[in-house]
């Protein structure tokens, strides 16, 4: 079974109005934690937000905000304010632990494209 | 900056011929993993280690080797590439374990962008 997935291969996005960014996961482990990565077409790969398992509280990192349903195992990335330069790739993650440490598991991603 | 350093930022060779990438991690990380991304992919689990010992490992060729050193850099070295190979390669490194003061995310290096002729 798939960790993480992403279903929307493709977003787009008009600049100024806000985007989410669809992520389901899956773990039995009740310690775990979700990021977002942005990948723009330059190809390094830009940390974006962090949720912890026992956070109670949506993360928000400016712009970006982390939409955590625990009991859906979801993790949807919110944009606000869109911008041109948030046109990338953007990868959910989660990091779990196994009996090797801490593993992580990225999704396929989604590619965000912000029109003018 | 992430403060993961990868070397070479672009390697050309051709086929059947052998290269070495380096990693080298952010200042008190102890974990090191490798990633490929091939061509509009998603990034493909390689091999990790923690603490210069094999942690574990992903979809990682028989072609392709690791190893880290008492210094923590790494090396993933790719022998008798194919068209195929051609990808980036990513490093990242984590501190390890998370704990209070930190969330243990990925911190990924610019990575080596392998092309095979």
């Known amino acids: 079974a798939q960790k993480i997935t992403q279903t929307q291969p493709g977003m787009f996005v008009q600049e100024k109005e806000a985007v989410t960014l669809d992520c389901t996961y899956d773990?039995?482990?009740?310690?775990?934690?979700l990021f977002w990565y942005k990948q723009p077409s330059s190809g390094e790969m830009i940390f974006l937000i962090y949720?912890?398992?026992?956070?109670?509280q949506n993360a928000t990192e400016g712009r970006y905000s982390l939409n955590f349903q625990k009991a859906r195992k979801s993790a949807n990335l919110v944009i606000s304010a869109s911008q041109l330069g948030d046109s990338a790739m953007y990868f959910c993650?989660?990091?779990?632990?196994?009996?090797?440490?801490?593993?992580?598991?990225f999704g396929t991603g989604t590619s965000l494209t912000v029109i003018p | 900056d992430s403060g993961v350093t990868q070397t070479p930022k672009h390697l050309i060779t051709a086929t059947g011929q052998r290269v070495t990438l380096r990693c080298s991690p952010r200042?008190?990380?102890?974990?090191v993993y490798w990633y490929q991304q091939s061509l509009d992919q998603g990034l493909q689990f390689l091999i990790q280690?923690?603490?210069?010992?094999?942690?574990a490992k992903g979809n990682i060729l028989e072609r392709f080797s690791a190893q880290q050193f008492p210094d923590l850099h790494s090396e993933l070295n790719l022998s008798s590439l194919e068209l195929g190979d051609s990808a980036l390669y990513f490093c990242?490194?984590?501190?390890?374990?998370?704990?209070?003061?930190?969330?243990?995310?990925?911190?990924f290096g610019e990575g080596s962008r392998l092309t095979v002729l």
């Open positions: 990242a490194s984590s501190v390890g374990r998370s704990t209070v003061r930190n969330t243990g995310e990925l911190f």
């Open positions: 280690y923690y603490n210069g010992e094999e942690r």
């Open positions: 993650a989660m990091r779990d632990r196994s009996n090797t440490g801490n593993q992580f598991y």
């Open positions: 949720q912890g398992s026992y956070d109670e």
């Open positions: 773990t039995s482990d009740q310690s775990y934690g």
């Open positions: 200042s008190g990380d102890l974990s």
